[in-house]
């Protein structure tokens, strides 16, 4: 079988595995890191969000062999790091805020949050409403507007 590599929440790591393997399941079949939640596989309930050289992706749509050795995945394990905090400030938010009830969405979502406040930086500006409005990502529960409070309460803390 083929080996891939890539960088894997700051450290490089080497898999064995056929070129057509999403890479969702490579983190959570092959390398142990279950935060990337399975939902759909498609892509479009977004539990999976993960950072691909910062900015969001969903592993379950990108085979293994899509990724060279210089590409940085985060996934939800590696986010304090990022910060060098035990916590990243977004997911203090959602602890601030109560968001989660099943948590099932919940690493998907804060992937999602921190790659949207990101990039709203990166134009020179704060988080909008309009940008919270581009969030596609499910939450079966329905706490969406606990989950805009803690994006907005995170993004001033960091």
């Not at 057509?20 to 959570?28: E, F, I, K």
Request: proline share 5%.
């Amino acid at each position: 079988m083929p080996e891939h590599t890539f960088i894997l929440n700051g450290e490089s790591v080497t898999v064995d595995i056929e070129d057509d393997v999403r890479l969702l399941w490579v983190l959570r079949d092959v390398l142990g890191v279950t935060g990337p939640k399975y939902g759909c596989g498609l892509g479009v309930c977004q539990a999976c969000t993960s950072h691909i050289n910062g900015k969001a992706f969903n592993p379950c749509s990108v085979p293994v062999k899509d990724l060279r050795p210089t590409d940085e995945v985060t996934t939800i394990e590696g986010l304090p790091a990022t910060v060098g905090s035990e916590l990243h400030p977004m997911q203090e938010a959602w602890l601030e805020f109560d968001v989660a009830q099943c948590g099932y969405c919940q690493p998907g979502q804060i992937m999602t949050a921190v790659a949207k406040v990101r990039q709203a930086r990166e134009e020179g500006r704060e988080i909008s409403e309009a940008d919270l409005d581009e969030i596609r990502n499910v939450c079966r529960c329905g706490t969406y507007h606990r989950i805009r409070e803690a994006i907005v309460a995170g993004a001033k803390k960091y």
